[in-house]
């Protein structure tokens, strides 16, 4: 699997932590110390770890061909 330390990670609450993903799971939140993983530094970005965008398409039956179910 592809391991990424996404460093200085700023969540919501405001406090800054190390994300340590495998694949497109996340592992560990915390500080994280390992040689085998692609470090990327997220300085001054929000992050949101399990954050889904909820919102849906739905159109009348007219409009159906707009979209799917």
Excluded: F
């Amino acid at each position: 699997m592809n391991k990424k330390i996404w460093k200085n990670a700023t969540l919501a609450s405001g406090e800054k932590v190390d994300i340590l993903t495998e694949g497109k799971w996340i592992k560990k939140i915390g500080n994280q110390r390992t040689e085998e993983a692609d470090v990327i530094d997220m300085e001054g970005l929000l992050t949101l770890p399990g954050y889904i965008d909820l919102h849906v398409h739905v159109r009348d039956m007219d409009l159906s061909h707009k979209e799917t179910w």
